[in-house]
């Protein structure tokens, strides 16, 4: 495997992740939607194994031409809820600073897929001062998530001077990145750009994962490289068809990231991003595996399930209840990880020594 990280569809044809006659419909994706996988990522695949998980994840797909009538370009509404370029407003005390477009890989389900990729723009230095007075003028804002793109492809001068900047703003407590380079190219994460992060205020690194297979050696050193230096590290995963919708892959994955220090904090289900169909379970089998894995896993691996509201209404938690009102009398049914039902408060007799 190369040290590059391949881009066109030659390339993708050469490394053997793509049969030569796929190579047509490949390139035809790659006009439409950007398309990266680094050495790292490339190096897991199964070669000849069409429906190998981080293959899925990363090698385009003709059936990315293809619509929905209920798929958009900007599934949750970043664009109706941005003031100004490079932060999106969405709840009262927290925003989106987005310095830059690119990321390391193209993962195919992405939500912003019709904004991130190499031609996307980056902030100027202007804009991004810009969106820095924003913040710094808004006191009811306390939470910034730096995303983008990938925030940790910046270099680490331009990241510190971003962290410096918030680091500084009183109202702000918390500076959250988000992030797949401590995965796909966790050399990455050296010491000048874990230098970068640091800061007085708490930083978290959240982490997208969404196989058990990219927890690498390398990613868990890198991860273990931002956990010395006093950064928070959470999961973030997408519930994908094909990839991971399944209960003991699911497991395999939380209790991997929760060895590595990072915590499983939320289960996306995937957007309504255009040409993203293939990926998407329903709600009902989101909840189904979300049940599996309540009392077979530590309560440190359960993320909330969570839906991401069209039109920017909202991240909303979608997993399963176990709680139903029975009466007005206060008195509920509780179904408990075996699926048995109990009444709460119990009734005298039910209670046991
Ligand atoms: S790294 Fe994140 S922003 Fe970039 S393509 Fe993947 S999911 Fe989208």
């Not at 991004?128 to 001068?157: H, K, M, Q």
């Not at 979608?318 to 206060?330: I, L």
Request: some cysteine; hydrophobic content about 40%; overall charge positive.
């Amino acid at each position: 495997m190369g040290d590059r990280t391949l881009r066109r569809a030659p390339e993708f044809v050469a490394a053997g992740l793509v049969a030569p006659e796929r190579a047509a419909e490949l390139a035809a994706v790659a006009r439409r939607f950007a398309v990266a996988i680094t050495p790292d990522m490339a190096g897991l695949i199964e070669r000849g194994d069409e429906s190998d998980p981080i293959a899925q994840q990363f090698v385009p797909d003709a059936r990315e031409m293809e619509t929905r009538p209920e798929e958009d370009q900007d599934p949750i509404g970043d664009r109706r809820l941005s003031p100004l370029k490079g932060i999106v407003h969405r709840y009262p005390d927290r925003v989106l600073l987005k310095p830059s477009h690119v990321c390391p890989v193209y993962c195919r389900f992405c939500f912003r897929r019709e904004q991130v990729g190499p031609e996307g723009e980056s902030l100027t230095a202007a804009e991004l001062d810009a969106a820095l007075d924003y913040i710094r003028a808004r006191p009811e804002i306390w939470e910034v998530i730096v995303t983008g793109g990938d925030p940790l492809l910046l270099s680490p001068r331009r990241l510190a001077g971003i962290v410096k900047a918030l680091d500084v703003i009183p109202h702000l407590g918390v500076i959250r990145f988000h992030t797949r380079v401590p995965i796909v190219q966790a050399e990455r994460v050296g010491p000048a750009l874990v230098k970068a992060l640091r800061a007085e205020k708490a930083v978290y690194v959240a982490i997208h994962a969404n196989h058990p297979r990219e927890l690498t050696e390398k990613a868990r050193a890198a991860c273990l490289r931002l956990a010395r230096a006093g950064i928070s590290l959470l999961g973030q995963s997408v519930l994908l068809k094909g990839v991971n919708d399944d209960a003991a892959v699911l497991e395999a994955l939380f209790r991997g990231l929760a060895a590595m220090r990072v915590k499983p904090y939320y289960l996306h289900h995937p957007d309504l991003a255009r040409g993203t169909a293939r990926f998407r379970p329903t709600l009902d089998q989101g909840q189904a595996l979300m049940r599996r894995l309540r009392g077979r896993v530590s309560g440190l691996c359960q993320p909330t399930y969570v839906l991401d509201l069209p039109g920017g209404h909202g991240k909303v938690p979608v997993g399963p209840c176990y709680a139903t009102p029975q009466d007005r009398s206060g008195t509920w049914s509780i179904t408990d990880p075996t699926g048995q039902a109990h009444q709460y408060p119990p009734r005298s007799v039910d209670i046991k020594d």
